[in-house]
């Protein structure tokens, strides 16, 4: 599996000031190589949470919290690797969370939380009105999982949009991304994400909830498009980010 820590050593490698020969001694003892990828678990960057930070504070819900570090930070300079559309039925419930009703991660068939399987196709849960009334919004939502890499420091990370949040990566995949490769007999092809770099932010148009924001940093040269192409390739199959402590914009995911 390639290493992510070559992607950046701007954190990494740097803050430790030590010689570049012993950098490389130190790297050569693989040291930790026996731990799997289960000991290596990819963080969150989560927001619109409850969180108490180390020093005591509630994050504000306008800034990415690190679920493993608890490192906050307002925007993430970021490599997007990939991204994973499911569908979840949620309700949220002050002070117990989200209670998981039902998900799907193949947009084919739904888990309930009682394990029964049910067909997307005809479940009334995805649908305007689903038996209460037809004004009614639709209770299971599309949730977008984006794989990405920091690169501040060159570590992986998971992102989850749904609700306000999925208008904006939906608009910025359509500018960027999707049919957006001309190919030699003039037909178009999807860019991969890792094609530009990616910076995210927040904002708060409402006042109430934060949104994701995605803007276009700069294209990649052909060598980090052919590095980050062997990290899509191996880290792709995460894709997925368990639910966080997150907030309702709706009262569930729904959009």
Known sequence: MP?????????????????????TELAGLHALDHLGREDRPVPALIYNAKLQ????SWARKNVFVNSLTEEVKPEVLAMLLHLKKTRRYAVYTEG???DIKCESDDLAEGITHEGEVMACSTCPHKSWGNGHGRDAAPKCGVVYHLL???MDD?????LRAKATSLRPVQRYL??????KLKLADGSYADLPLFAYRTRLSLTMPTGTYAVLALTNDCACNEAEVRQYKALYESLRGIGRMAAEDDLPENGNDAD
Do not use: K, W
């Open 3 to 23: 290493s992510t820590s070559n992607v950046s050593t701007a954190q990494s490698a740097s803050a430790l000031t030590l010689p570049e020969s012993l950098l």
């Open 53 to 56: 930070l180390p020093d005591g």
């Open 96 to 98: 117990s969370g989200f």
């Open 148 to 150: 990405g890499i920091d």
């Open 154 to 158: 060159g570590s992986p990370f998971l």
């Open 174 to 179: 359509a500018r960027y991304f999707l049919g």
